[in-house]
């Protein structure tokens, strides 16, 4: 592989700086040979590789909405060279060898490192542990396990969860859901504009009760929570007082929560159901403050694709979820850089943190010699208006279509390699 | 008037147009002959995802008295698990070259998108929890020719109080009618147990009440709501007995109604549970109007829709 080197980027926010890449890693500057290839970053901020940990690749069992290639391709788009990818495919990640298949997919097909999440119980029925020791111990060595989709609802079998992973440093991703304050049908934040249109409301409640319950739990178990796509003020806060008494849980945050809201559902458009739902606006504001202040740790898109004809029932009916990797750099800036959040902040929350949280030993590194070259090139001005049918995804439920947002994803390499170069 | 998808849509006036036009409507139900060329040579579809006997053969008498070619389409069962995605149905139907869609869903918002879909109007004829605009219609007609007995001239339902009881946050005829009899001046009045006052109802143009023996005495028309079946398991309220007497318009509540004041209910009816069988048939009940007035109302709506000239 021939030299790469990047000229005159500011890194991470702290000043300019050239970048080497030599065989997929950051080496001194100083030896850049004559016959490299020369990336001119003048006017762009590089950061660390963004790191998704909560991504939908739908690939095996619906490559109709979105395959392992398509999706990576997306998240290279988007910035980011690692994926973590949830479990709910069909067959489900809830083996050792489902868990490998998908490893060996993204090494074969992927535009990113594709790192399978394990499922907490058998199928997704939270009913029996999978087999969470074989998949850690696999070659995808497995270290976040999620039945994602539903939550794992026996407070027995999240004890027993917890407890178990704690042997090899994994982590439980929970889906908080109460099935009974919120159940299968539950499609609207709980509130006035449920109520107006009728649609069958999903309580703060239901989301922040659950977490309430894991976070004692991982204080009794002494084990990692991971709060998935926290969607509320109530959560924040039960994570805020769960973090003062130094119990082990982290957050995301889904990069739609930080800036939709339920009014996007009053024309029933299936394009904004999504679960948790949209909810008002003093809830998104919770999640931008928190998501400064470091409550919630990490952004994660919940990238999930769906065909069209999925998305095109009546609202209660259709699929829940929405696109989130191409443009979830964009939105965090607009709500979080444009409002005062540093570079070196942002990068933690996007590639940082995701990477301690799923323990990926190349990713989340500095961009300093002998780290692997993981790096992503930002234009901090540049804007466009989002185009769904311009997406690397085979879906096109994008809640962003038509929205003037920032488009600051320049290019991005991964483990030395450029995965993605915007045509200037 | 394009679609009628919420009785929102609706202003004071177009509301009492539709009134005075199915008073005009209700003189061919009279008739030897019940015909109108008024729609010879368009056609009305029922697009009905929903069991409704009552009101699909209501539209398609409305529409077969104006001279319209009405078509019924049953398209009961989830379009999920058939494997067809409600705009495949809906574009395949209105492909038939349809001039208005009359759609039933069980499901919130499905007319809606709709209307997105197709350049045909449509016509919410009910829609999950949401909506059932021309149920509104027929009760806000009822509750006019009721007033007009004693007061020929009245126009708009100003200083007149209407209470609404029972399951409030599932009834589609709940919300149509707060929009609707708020639109023309009544001051409404939501009655139910707290679990069955919908999230958000302090937004709304009406006051909410959890006692129907606070409100009974000061209204001047009481509309009873059906229980649905699955909502006295679904533990909404302890028992049956215990909603009739909290909630149920029973004789001594009949007593206590004011004087003048009438009773509705959309029916069908759970003669027992919400409404006794004295207040169902007391001289006072226009249930019966409520239903006759149902195909005088439709027919006014479809020519409202499809009758001018285009």
Redesign the interface.
């Known amino acids: 592989m021939t030299d790469l080197l990047i000229r005159g980027a500011d890194i991470v926010g702290r000043g300019r700086s050239d970048l080497l890449i030599r065989d997929g890693r950051f080496v001194d500057p100083a030896d850049a040979g004559a016959d490299g290839e020369e990336l001119d970053a003048d006017g762009l901020v590089a950061l660390p590789g963004l790191v998704d940990l909560h991504t939908h690749l739908r690939e095996p069992g619906r490559e109709d909405a979105e395959t392992i290639e398509s999706g990576t391709l997306a998240a290279a788009r988007g910035g980011f060279t690692a994926v973590l990818a949830m479990a709910n495919t069909t067959p489900v990640t809830d083996t050792a060898e489902a868990a490998e298949h998908v490893a060996a997919l993204g090494a074969r097909d992927g535009h990113a490192q594709v790192v399978p999440v394990g499922a907490v119980s058998k199928g997704l029925h939270g009913v029996e542990l999978a087999e969470l020791g074989l998949m850690a111990r696999s070659r995808a060595r497995v270290r976040v396990f999620s039945d994602d989709g539903h939550c794992v609802s026996d407070a027995r079998l999240m004890r027993r969860a917890l407890e178990y992973v704690r042997a090899f440093d994994g982590v439980i991703a929970q889906h908080a859901q109460d099935q009974q304050l919120a159940g299968a049908a539950a499609c609207c934040h709980?509130?006035?504009?449920?109520?107006?249109?009728?649609?069958p409301?999903w309580p703060t409640a239901a989301e922040a009760s659950v977490v309430a319950r894991d976070i004692q739990i991982a204080e009794l178990t002494r084990s990692r929570l991971h709060v998935c796509h926290v969607s509320c003020a109530e959560t924040v806060d039960v994570i805020r007082w769960a973090k003062q008494r130094d119990i082990n849980v982290t957050a995301e945050v889904a990069p739609h929560h930080l800036m939709l809201t339920t009014n996007e559902v009053l024309?029933?458009?299936p394009t904004y159901k999504v679960n948790p739902p949209l909810r008002p606006n003093e809830h998104v504001d919770a999640l931008r403050e928190a998501l400064a202040d470091g409550t919630i740790d990490a952004v994660a898109t919940d990238h999930a694709p769906h065909a069209r004809?999925?998305k095109?029932?009546?609202?209660?009916?259709a699929a829940f979820g929405m696109l989130g990797l191409e443009n979830a750099l964009a939105v965090v800036i607009e709500t979080m850089i444009n409002s005062g959040l540093s570079w070196p902040e942002l990068a933690k929350r996007m590639s940082i943190m995701p990477a301690h949280i799923a323990r990926l030993a190349d990713q989340g590194r500095s961009l300093t010699e002998s780290q692997p070259a993981n790096v992503v090139l930002v234009d901090p001005a540049a804007r466009a208006v989002v185009n769904r049918d311009q997406s690397a995804s085979l879906s096109r439920n994008n809640p962003w279509h038509g929205r003037e947002l920032p488009d600051p994803v320049v290019a991005t390499i991964w483990a030395g390699r450029v995965t993605y170069q915007k045509a200037r | 008037m394009r679609h009628l998808l919420s009785a929102a849509d609706l202003d004071r006036t177009q509301i009492t147009e539709i009134f005075d036009l199915a008073e005009e409507m209700s003189l061919v139900q009279g008739r030897p002959v019940k015909k109108l060329p008024a729609l010879r040579g368009r056609t009305v579809v029922n697009l009905f995802f929903e069991d409704s006997t009552r009101t699909r053969s209501s539209f398609e008498i409305a529409g077969k008295w104006l001279s319209a070619d009405v078509i019924n389409i049953s398209a009961k069962g989830?379009?999920?698990s058939k494997g067809e995605?409600?705009?495949?149905t809906v574009l395949t139907v209105a492909a038939m070259g349809v001039d208005a869609l009359v759609i039933r869903?069980?499901?919130?918002?499905?007319p809606?998108?709709a209307s997105h879909w197709i350049d045909a109007h449509v016509l919410n004829a009910g829609?999950?929890?949401?909506?059932h605009p021309t149920q509104a219609l027929l009760d806000g007609f009822t509750i006019r020719r009721h007033l007009r007995r004693s007061a020929p001239d009245l126009v708009d339902f100003e200083g007149k109080t209407v209470a609404i009881v029972g399951d409030i946050?599932?009834s589609?005829v709940a919300?149509s009618n707060v929009l609707l009899l708020s639109t023309l001046g009544a001051q409404v009045t939501l009655v139910a147990p707290p679990t069955l006052l919908?999230?958000?109802?302090d937004?709304?143009p009406v006051l909410a009440c959890t006692d129907l023996d606070e409100v009974l005495p000061h209204a001047d028309i009481v509309m009873m709501l059906r229980v649905q079946r699955e909502r006295m398991s679904g533990g909404y309220f302890p028992t049956p007995r215990e909603y009739t007497i909290g909630y149920g318009l029973t004789r001594p509540r009949l007593e206590a109604m004011k004087s003048g004041a009438a009773i509705c209910h959309p029916g069908p009816m759970n003669r027992g549970l919400e409404i006794s069988a004295d207040a169902a048939d007391a001289a006072n009940s226009l249930i019966l109007d409520q239903v006759a007035a149902g195909v005088s109302v439709r027919m006014s709506v479809l020519y409202e829709l499809l009758g001018g000239a285009e």
């Open positions: 709980e509130g006035e504009i449920s109520g107006k249109l009728g649609l409301g024309n029933y458009d004809h999925d095109e029932h009546a609202f209660a009916e | 989830s379009s999920v995605s409600l705009r495949d869903h069980h499901a919130s918002g499905a809606w998108q829609d999950g929890t949401h909506e946050t599932h589609r919300r919908p999230p958000g109802v937004s709304w």
